[in-house]
């Protein structure tokens, strides 16, 4: 996920992918305990193994996205989480991305439009809406922040309260949605990795002086 604010940036953003996905794949990996225990107390447990896959999967890849234009990154990068991460996670996240990339080849759309867009492309592939205790509770609350040209290090230190907003919710998708009220007290690990991976974005941005 890249959090620009200027359509003309994108290109200046594909320079710095290739540091970027790495970013994503060391916060991942240094989280991907943390990513399993909160899926274990509400999931199946495999959240942090699946998401470390499909980031090392896109980090493999580095060099081969970073050469492509801003728009066909992002698509293909959707393409490799969609084949890589598995689980319910693989394509949300691809789809995301998938949609960032067909949104940016569409003239005369900023980005936070295209983000609002590829936002609810995602809603509709999970047949989600806010509040369901899901990544979309995190992805939501981004997208409107992006809408107000909130700066990415700003970002950064808001991203994790968004996460945290799904620990009082009550699960109403996925596995979770099983437990009822017993998902109450737990956060969400698709809003936990997603938080995780925003705020990765955000500080490799503002470190770069992208946005
Ligand atoms: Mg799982």
Redesign the pocket.
């Known amino acids: 996920m890249i959090v620009i604010s200027e359509p003309g940036n994108a290109h200046d953003c594909a320079a710095w992918m290739g540091r970027v996905i790495e970013a994503c794949r060391d916060a991942i990996a240094t989280e991907e305990n943390r990513l399993c225990d909160l899926?274990r107390a509400i999931?199946?447990?495999?959240?942090g193994t699946?998401m470390r896959r499909g980031l090392e999967a896109l980090a493999s890849e580095r060099q081969r996205l970073s050469a492509m234009p801003f728009a066909e990154a992002m698509i293909a990068a959707g393409t490799i989480l969609v084949m890589n991460i598995g689980?319910?996670?693989g394509p949300l996240y691809g789809t995301l991305l998938l949609e960032i990339g067909k949104g940016l080849s569409i003239d005369g759309l900023e980005f936070p439009q295209v983000f609002q867009k590829a936002v609810t492309a995602v809603a509709q592939r999970g047949r989600s809406s806010p509040g369901d205790k899901t990544l979309l509770d995190v992805l939501y609350p981004l997208s409107d922040e992006l809408t107000k040209h909130t700066h990415p290090q700003r970002l950064a230190g808001k991203v994790q309260g968004f996460a945290d907003m799904t620990i009082e919710m009550k699960a109403l998708r996925g596995?979770a949605s099983f437990l009822g009220e017993r998902s109450v007290g737990h956060m969400d690990?698709g809003a936990a990795s997603c938080a995780l991976l925003a705020a990765t974005v955000c500080r490799e941005l503002t470190e770069a002086g992208v946005a």
Do not use: M, V, Y
């Open positions: 899926d999931g199946d447990g495999d959240h699946n689980g319910a996670a596995r690990p």
